[in-house]
């Protein structure tokens, strides 16, 4: 997808603050950071949103990418939260399946 900003990270056009790759996923630094660690795992190929995923493999792949990224950024003992935001009511914004780490700060429960 030529116009997909997240495929685009992919890509390299746009280079990413990477945090974690393997052949099927990548994992960055969000922009806007809503805690002191924010990453987002994206799958390499350009799925839009969860309801087009259909590959149990890869939803797995992105789980444990999750559990990586968390330890690797020192998040797992104290926890840390993991979003993924689906369409309109879920509040995506970029339309290329991501999944949210976010963590070095207490969680509140629920979300607005
Ligand atoms: P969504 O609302 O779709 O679940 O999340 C999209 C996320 O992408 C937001 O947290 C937003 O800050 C992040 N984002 C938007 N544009 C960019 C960008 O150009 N670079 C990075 N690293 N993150 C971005
Ligand atoms: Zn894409």
């Known amino acids: 997808m030529s116009d997909c900003l997240f495929c685009k990270m992919v890509s390299g056009?746009?280079?990413?603050?990477?945090v974690y790759e393997n052949d099927r996923i990548l994992a960055f630094r969000d922009i806007n950071p809503q805690a002191p660690v924010h990453v987002l795992i994206?799958?390499?190929?350009?799925i839009p949103t969860l309801d087009d995923l259909d590959d149990g493999e890869l939803?797995?792949?992105l789980m444990l990418a999750a559990k990586a990224?968390?330890?690797q950024e020192g998040l797992a003992a104290d926890g840390y939260r993991t979003v993924i935001n689906c369409k309109g009511h879920g509040g995506q914004d970029v339309f290329h399946l991501h999944l949210h780490v976010i963590g070095g700060r207490q969680m509140s429960?629920?979300?607005?």
């Open 69 to 71: 990224v968390a330890e």
């Open 42 to 46: 994206v799958p390499k190929r350009h």
């Open 59 to 61: 939803a797995g792949e």
């Open 109 to 112: 429960w629920p979300p607005g």
């Open 13 to 18: 056009e746009i280079k990413p603050d990477k």
